[in-house]
């Protein structure tokens, strides 16, 4: 455990929340069923976790409570509160917030603690050490779960999470310095936000441009289905068995197929029983879609271009292998036209807040199927007009990285008292 400068002192955070026991201090929430999204502002609704975003709170995000169902008044969230996302995936468990606004009548689900501080600590300080590194870094060695999907934060390991402590004064001090900063680079994020989306825009008006509706395809284009134009296949189920064994080999899921790329920094491996792998096994040329993604994100597509060599997909993914009269990469601009244009999502079923796609519902998507000519021009205009919204974009995930970076940098600072005393010592 590190020094601490002087005044400072480490405390569990069970000593710094309010109430008697630790099902007092951490409470969590209801989880009843609900279709509608979002609750009408006269209703009640019960919170998504997507509420919650690291030090952002937002308050739209929720479904509404069925009318059969009673609400449960002592879980209104309210303005002072603390919350953390207490389950989910990886990259939401663990996530806290302060509540310093929000509409009435919103519930807390059960995938949150809420905790309240006691007098001698600044609720705001309090959700900076939780955002920051070292306690980011605690908190997600504390999540259980056999998948990176579906991990949980226990009650017991959080409270016992140890918190550097200042005096009061010096926690409101180093909340000032760290907001305006903050403030700054929340700002420069929101700019960077809106720049991206436009950027997203262009892209998806070039996709559209190139390839009109099915109404509108020229004299020459034969107006087919996905069925038709190719094969279409479910990749192979995942099984706690195959986690170990005699024949693993890699595989690709839904985590790596982003649009138009592949992310091969976390690929995973498994055994395959013999004779298994090579039905599975990925050819250059084939394009990957995701199979279950949110819906503005479902079937976001991907070309296996053979690098690297000797891998598989699972179940989490489709696979198109293009009849002779389509290119692959002719196929992959269809299917990133019709990913952006909602066609995916509107063949999709809802199932826990994920669209599915199907591959019976994939094949008969609209595929227009030009001359192999047409179909090559089209894939040089494509990646002559998107190569500088694709540059516009690596350039704004730099930037994005930058801020991340900083932002992390900036709370490390805080708690280790070189903030408030560098402050302090410029001012006098």
């Given amino acids: 455990m590190s020094e601490l400068p002087d005044g400072w002192e480490w405390r569990s955070l069970g000593e710094l929340l309010l109430g008697n026991g630790d099902r007092d201090k951490l409470q969590q929430g209801w989880s009843p069923r609900c279709e509608t999204y979002p609750a009408a502002d006269d209703h009640w609704g019960v919170l998504k976790t997507t509420a919650v975003q690291a030090g952002w709170f937002d308050d739209t995000q929720n479904k509404q409570l069925p009318g059969h169902l009673a609400p449960r008044p002592t879980l209104e969230v309210c303005v002072g509160d603390l919350l953390i996302t207490s389950a989910g995936p990886r990259s939401r468990c663990g996530v806290p917030t302060l509540v310093r606004s929000t509409r ?13 501080v006691t007098e001698d600590v600044e609720s705001a300080f309090l959700e900076a050490w939780l955002l920051s590194p070292d306690a980011q870094n605690d908190i997600d060695g504390m999540k259980t779960g056999i998948s ?39 700002v420069a994020g929101s700019r960077l936000s809106r720049a991206s989306s436009q950027v997203d825009t262009l892209v998806t008006n070039i996709l559209l441009d190139l390839i009109p509706d099915a109404r509108d395809y020229p004299s020459d284009w034969t107006m087919s289905t996905v069925g038709q134009a190719g094969k279409v296949e479910l990749g192979r189920q995942r099984h706690p068995d195959w986690h170990v064994g005699p024949n693993m080999h890699p595989y690709l899921r839904v985590a790596n197929v982003f649009e138009d790329r592949l992310d091969l920094s976390d690929v995973m491996q498994m055994h395959w029983p013999e004779g298994s792998f090579e039905r599975f096994r990925l050819k250059p040329g084939d394009i990957l879609l995701n199979e279950g993604q949110s819906p503005q994100f479902l079937g976001r597509p991907a070309i296996y271009q053979g690098d690297p060599p000797d891998i598989a997909f699972t179940n989490s993914l489709l696979r198109f292998q293009a009849n002779e009269n389509v290119l692959p990469e002719f196929a992959l601009l269809v299917f990133r036209r019709q990913m952006r244009a909602g066609r995916f999502s509107s063949e999709s079923r809802i199932t826990t807040n994920i669209a599915h796609l199907s591959a019976g519902r994939l094949k008969v998507v609209e595929f227009p199927i030009p001359p192999l000519r047409e179909q090559r021009r089209l894939v040089r205009r494509a990646g002559e007009l998107l190569y500088g919204a694709e540059r516009l974009s690596d350039h704004f995930t730099t930037i994005n990285q930058y801020q991340t970076a900083l932002r992390r940098s900036l709370l490390a600072t805080a708690f280790r008292g070189d903030l408030i005393s560098g402050s302090i010592s410029r001012n006098k």
Avoid: W
């Avoid at 550097?164 to 680079?185: F, K, M, N, S, T």
């Fill in 104 to 116: 009435s009548r919103l519930m807390l689900s059960g995938k949150f603690y809420r905790f309240r």
């Fill in 148 to 186: 990176e999907s579906g991990l949980n934060l226990t009650q017991a390991r959080f409270l016992d999470l140890r918190v550097p402590l200042p005096p009061l004064d010096e926690q409101r001090g180093i909340v000032a310095i760290l907001e305006d900063h903050l403030a700054h680079l929340d």
